[in-house]
Nanobody, 123 residues
Framework: QVRLVESGGGLVRPGGSLRLSCAAS????????VAWFRQAPGKEREFVAS????????EYGDSAKGRFIISRDNSRNLASLQMDGLEPTDTAVYYC????????????????WGQGTQVTVSS
């Protein structure tokens, strides 16, 4: 079973950028679809972006479209989320998720999750 570890979160000013990474171990990431979700205090977990096994297909949540880019490098067992034009409403814990069989926007489809990385957007 794959183990996922996120990194790259932190404090950034509005309009700034961050690049989140999701490093996989214990299994090859290439056999998993990958997604990013986020959860702000007091709110439900929200879909951010997903990428298919080979990286040919991607989907984005409304809040991410035009600002975030999801990518993966299966040779390095790594997935990433480039976030530009960050806004205070992007403040949340960001989670990487993976699943062997399913790909899409529903958090219940993903069997494996990282511990999350905090992103705070504030001036």
């Amino acid at each position: 079973q794959v183990r996922l570890v996120e990194s790259g979160g932190g404090l950034v000013r509005p309009g700034g950028s961050l690049r989140l990474s999701c490093a996989a171990s214990e299994d090859t990431l290439a056999v998993y679809a990958v997604a990013w979700f986020r959860q702000a205090p007091g709110k439900e977990r929200e879909f951010v972006a997903s990428i298919s096994w080979s990286g040919q297909m991607t989907e984005y949540g409304d809040s991410a479209k035009g600002r975030f880019i999801i990518s993966r490098d299966n040779s390095r067992n790594l997935a990433s989320l480039q976030m530009d034009g960050l806004e205070p409403t992007d403040t949340a814990v960001y989670y990487c998720a993976a699943d062997r069989a399913r790909y899409g926007v529903d958090a219940t489809w993903y069997d494996f999750w990282g511990q999350g990385t905090q992103v705070t957007v504030s001036s």
